[in-house]
């Protein structure tokens, strides 16, 4: 009786401990399956640099020979406008101390500069906003190849907006044009497009619907970002050209659209305010974003603030995530192509930059410069 008992009590504890092995297993083997499908998400993506409290990022321009140029963003007061970022992860000033620096009396350096891009003959053009109301913003064209002013180009009244946010550009070579987004103050929102030979440059699709910004909060964490005493509503902000020049993307910041105008119809001065208007098109969804570029096959990758990610929008307008991460991902801002078809993003914490978080810097050490392969090939040069 005695034995049968202890049999007994020996079969139970044998059933408990291989339900239990197995329950055991099963989680385990559930928590690498699930660990392996966020790992799926972020193993492709690289840290090539990272950056202390004086180097916040801003955009970033490759050069054909591969060189690394980033602006500094200047919501967080950073001394120096644009730099290079060496192989190493340390910056210098670019072009050199003294046009990385505020304007001197002889009116060499740069004020506040976003966008910046290099084109395919390596002369980095540098978006500069204006000074203070009624002064005119400009573009900076520096050749890398032989390390001198290429050319300035200056943008007056009614050229900018009353108050001016000089945001992002596109370079297009084939028809000699620059194409810029104007943020402005939302409603005035607009693209500016600048002729390189003649240097004429022109207002257009102001406030038009692809422009302006939609009535939705940038609600990132559990706060509502702010500029001032109002929700942040962001209009025309990142643009990109695709690898032929045929095709123009945008978008307003604050939108769940991403738009496109083919470069024909841009520079057409034929064409009126409403015609214009009429050539838009509304290429697919996206998030909240500050930042974008697009490959040859027609993939426009973006930059999600709200979501802590990385996404893209298909050919057929359909928009993924590609990689999220709260903490590496913190900000995506602005995007470049690589000679290698490397996808470049700088990461900046804006929405713990003074002006986006009620005058306090909450930046938390480091800002990061990331990396991943494009989906297909494309160009240098946006």
Not at 301 to 317: E, L, M
């Amino acid at each position: 009786m005695n034995n049968r008992r202890v049999s007994l009590k020996a079969r139970r504890l044998l059933a408990f401990v291989t339900c239990f092995v197995s329950v055991a297993i099963a989680v385990i083997i559930l928590s690498l399956t699930t660990n392996h499908s966020v790992v799926a998400q972020t193993d492709e993506l690289e840290i090539i640099a990272e950056f202390s409290a004086e180097h916040p990022p801003g955009n970033i321009a490759i050069t054909p020979e591969g060189r690394l140029i980033m602006s500094q963003h200047q919501f967080y007061g950073a001394p120096l406008r644009v730099v290079e970022v060496d192989s190493d992860g340390s910056v210098a000033a670019f072009p050199n101390k003294v046009w990385s620096s505020k304007p001197n009396q002889q009116g060499i350096g740069l004020n506040t500069v976003l966008g910046l891009r290099s084109d395919k003959n390596g002369v980095v053009w540098m978006l500069d906003r204006s000074s203070g109301s009624g002064q005119p913003g400009k573009i900076v064209g520096w050749d890398t190849v032989n390390d001198q002013l290429y050319q300035v180009i200056y943008l007056p009244l009614p050229i900018i907006a009353e108050s001016p946010f000089l945001n992002d550009l596109a370079i297009d070579l084939d028809h000699n044009k620059i194409y810029i987004t104007d943020t402005a103050s939302g409603k005035d929102s607009a693209l500016i497009v600048v002729d390189l030979i003649t240097g004429f440059s022109r207002r257009v699709l102001e406030g038009d619907v692809s422009t302006r910004p939609e009535d939705i909060p940038m609600i990132i964490g559990d706060r509502t970002i702010t500029i001032g005493d109002e929700p942040a509503k962001i209009g025309a902000n990142p643009i990109t050209i695709d690898p032929q020049n045929e095709w123009v993307y945008y978008a307003p910041m604050s939108g769940t659209s991403l738009y496109r105008i083919s470069t024909k119809d841009l520079i057409n001065e034929s064409l009126s305010d409403s015609e214009l208007s009429g050539k838009v098109q509304r290429y697919g969804d996206k998030p909240i974003c500050d930042g974008i570029t697009v490959d040859g096959a027609g993939n426009v990758y973006v930059t999600s603030i709200t979501d802590n990610a990385i996404g893209v929008v298909d050919k057929n307008g359909e928009y993924r995530t590609l990689y999220q991460d709260d903490e590496l991902l913190s900000w995506t801002d602005g995007m470049a192509f690589s000679p290698n078809n490397y996808v470049y993003v700088t990461v900046s914490q804006l929405q713990n930059s003074p002006p986006l978080n009620n005058g306090e810097n909450d930046f938390q050490s480091p800002f990061y410069l990331v990396r991943f392969p494009a989906l297909a090939s494309g160009e240098i040069g946006r």
